[in-house]
């Protein structure tokens, strides 16, 4: 079955039908925003006949149910009850500009090429036309609210085009009169009938080609999916708008009389509160999106059919997978949002304390927001019993596990459903161990690429640090606690990279995490490009300081790493026992053991090197 006819429709045609209020726009189509001279290009455009690209318009009737509005400058003129037989999927900014400009008495509301908004009525100026028909742009004139035409700062009116008669007797043609010029010719005769003559060759040579225009015309029947309506939207705009799944749900849902963004947004209109504002009230939640609620929502749907499916008997592919693809999430039904969002709302309320208990206190620190999903709608069905101990063992073993294993980058739909439907059975079931407890590696060599903040191992490798009690090497105060007051930190080099680059020591080795931990501002100063066998006595002798070697060595061994060798500034010695110390803490965290056999500690220094021990 085809699932689209192409065709061509006139221009009139086409405008009669959107003032009729017959063609409308879906609510999730972006406003109108061309500017003056979008505007006047394509006035040029359809006057010289030249193509200006084909619109699409899907059949309205089908099971895909959207609100819908009318093309601005129409609100008001068309009844609200009044059931659109096409929607506008492409070519909005073009039927929008031409509707205002060519069928409309009001001004178009527009703006300038720098974002100022102005209203515009637009004309041709008829001898420049006839004149200069290779020219067109040079003839078409826009005058403002009053029509008229100003300079020195508005104070002199340059051309007056505010009455019928001035416009005859100049002979500027109103672009609104191009489908039907039969009033303004009536005046014309009345007024200029000399002019007439120059006017049909103007009507011949310009309006013509607007009453005779044909546009391509794509036009989607009503049984097109909403996932496809989706997705052809996305790929033919012309705007380079892309349509988010919220979008065109919120869209569905309005059609049924729900205001989805109201309830995500909120409204001070409407005293709504915003559902996304509670959420976010807790810092680790910040920027939760729309689309990710909305997975969760099909994971919890889904999940329920499946289990209905199971119950009925049946089996195979006549059980309904849990889903949290795109196309599945777009068939949420409106009940399904009304029966599961306040739950998951609290859900992941819950997945914020669990990050909290698994210390990681902001936003940035979170190494996968997609893990946020899977993770806040299982607590939305668990409740309080997550912190079981039993059950949060298991629910923290996975998501390390999810975080070290670097399982959740790229595409993870998938993933995401099958860690939610096999969290929920492993709870019941020791046996039944999710594929990403299974699945997850962590390679030791790893270490040697990790080099910033961007890898979701890096930051939950960090974190296993942090949560050990690292003290600042400066403030009396854990690096959490420095974090959470706001004192400036960042990621440091415990071998200064000055000093390395002087011993030879390549970036590659000096650079990746085992060379790194956070430290403050301060701590960071007194380092500078020293040797550790420099700075650390420089900053344990410090007057604020004043700690003697043992309660130093402490402070040192508390970011996993052994001081002696630091302090002997034994670069190779150091780098792989940290490697090792690092190891300890990931199969803490994975409850897996790593693999190191065979390693071969390619870094180790011979004695004859200067940071040798």
Known sequence: MTTFDSTKASLNDLLREIREGKIQLPDFQRGWVWDDDHISD???????????GAVMLLEAGGEVRFQTRPVEGLEGLIPTDREPEKLILDGQQRLTTLTQALSLEAPVNTRTAKGKKIKRHYYFDIRKAVEMPHALDEAVIAVDEHRQLRSNFGRDVELDLSTRELECQQLYFPCSQIMSSD????????????????????????????RNYQLPVIQLKKETSKEAVCLVFEKVNTGGVQLSVFELITASYAAEGYNLRDDWFGSKVRNVESRKARIEEDNLLKGTEATEFLQAISLLHTHKQRQADLAAGKTGKQVRPVSAKRADVLQLPLFAWQQWADDLEAGFRRAGKFLRKECFYSRRELPYSTQLVPLATVLARLGDRWLEPRIHDKLARWYWCGVLGELYGGAVETRIANDYDELLRWFE????VPRTVRDANFQPERFDTLRTRLSAAYKGINVLVLREGSKDWFWKATIQELDVNEIALDIHHIFPRDWCEKQGIARERYDSILNKTPISYKANRKIGGDAPSVYIPRIQNEKQVGLGDEAMDALLASHALEPTRLRSNAFGRFVEDRRHRLVALIERAMGKQVNLAGEVEEYEVTEAEPFAD
């Open 429 to 432: 079931d020791d046996q039944a």
């Open 42 to 52: 394509l006035l040029v455009s359809i006057a010289r006949s030249f193509p200006i």
């Open 183 to 210: 009033d303004w010719e009536a005046t014309l005769h009345q007024v200029a009938p000399e002019q007439f003559g120059t006017y049909m060759t103007f009507r011949s040579q310009v309006l013509a080609p607007f």
